[in-house]
């Protein structure tokens, strides 16, 4: 007979001095299919958020082994059907429009879970949907993986580690992050997924991955997305001053995307739950940045200092010693190589030909 207590007897076992240790149950198997003799063992992967610019990069590798079908969901806030425009009538890719703070049914084997804005001028603009798809959204796919067996990453920030009291942040690290100020719908609406990854994980069993990534930079992102990189970017293609926030000698690591999907697929196909940094451990100051860009493609552009936003992290480097360790892991791209990649999409993009030197 199913009594009240039954659910914590299983999940719980009583150790001598009366404590009570979370017992952690075996994933559900997958759909009897996959054992089947005729069955073609292709990965179903669900792609959340990626129309956006490291959702999309992450499914053209994805698609890349014959072996995978790709389902994108995304409701295009931040995203764009054109950045996967090449994919879209392949057999074996299907894309979506879906919030995922609504429900989904599916069947897959795979979850990476990205959706979710990480540009202070898309978050601050709609902070309550913001903290709802990190929240809700991560709920519904934790649901989801429950349903159907699946593996799922979270695509957790930097961010968690607020602005640090530890540098470089390493993963055992818990952060120094405002819980009510204008960047707190991200910061610590990543820190509740974090949270929500591993009870499912302790109490269900579920298998997770959680990737803490670090700033990325490349092709597709937006161009008007309020992130140094982009803003400098577009600023010198359209010549106008590069703005640097006071004081300008906070740091951040730029990772270029094709670094960061390599770790992210390493970090999926590990039997390591994570958190991982992935990152670049470059560090750069904002006014050593803007000279680059000021070098490599506008010289003759000034550099303008102006006011800081709220909360603002003071430095920024991820310790990567367990992305090298446990995944093999580093990155590969310089900045100043990955710099001029993005400048040639950029400029595309805004219809600004690069001037041809005499």
């Not at 920030?157 to 993963?171: A, F, K, N, R």
Request: net charge negative.
């Amino acid at each position: 007979m199913y009594t009240a207590s039954s659910d914590t007897e299983a999940m719980a076992k009583e150790t001598a001095n009366g404590e009570l240790h979370a017992v952690t149950r075996p994933p559900p198997t997958p759909s009897p299919l996959r054992f089947s003799k005729f069955f073609q063992a292709n990965l179903r992967i669900l792609v959340t958020g990626g129309a956006g610019f490291i959702g999309s990069h992450l499914v053209d590798k994805l698609m890349e082994n014959e072996k995978n079908e790709v389902i994108v969901v995304d409701n295009y806030f931040t995203g764009s059907k054109d950045n996967l425009r090449k994919w879209i009538g392949h057999p074996r890719f299907e894309l979506i429009r879906h919030d995922v703070t609504e429900p989904l049914l599916v069947e897959v084997d795979q979850i990476y879970h990205l959706a979710c804005p990480a540009s202070p001028i898309f978050y601050k603009y709609n902070p309550v949907k913001t903290i709802k798809t990190n929240v809700i959204g991560t709920l519904n796919m934790l649901g989801l993986a429950k349903r159907v067996g699946a593996r799922i990453l979270l695509t957790s920030t930097s961010e968690v580690y607020g602005d640090p009291l530890q540098h470089p942040q390493t993963e055992e690290y818990w952060g120094n992050v405002n819980p009510i100020g204008v960047r707190s719908c991200y910061d610590e609406g990543k820190r509740v997924a974090e949270t929500l990854m591993f009870d499912y994980h302790r109490q269900h069993g579920l298998e997770i991955r959680i990737a803490r990534i670090f700033n990325t930079y490349g092709p597709r992102m937006n161009i008007d997305d309020g992130r140094v990189v982009s803003n400098f970017i577009a600023q010198a293609i359209r010549g106008e001053p590069l703005t640097v926030q006071t004081p300008g000698t906070q740091t951040r690591s730029f990772c270029y995307v094709s670094d960061m999907v390599d770790g992210l697929i390493r970090l999926m196909e590990s039997e390591h739950t994570g958190p991982i940094n992935i990152g670049n451990p470059g560090e750069f100051t904002m006014i050593e940045l803007a000279e680059t860009v000021k070098e490599l493609i506008n010289p003759d552009i000034p550099v303008k200092m102006v006011e800081n936003t709220p909360d603002d992290p003071r430095q920024r480097k991820p310790d990567i010693a367990k992305a090298k360790e446990l995944l093999g892991w580093e990155p590969k791209v310089i900045l100043r190589d990955g710099l001029p990649l993005m400048e040639e999409d950029f400029r595309e993009r805004l219809a600004v030909p690069k001037k041809q030197i005499k």
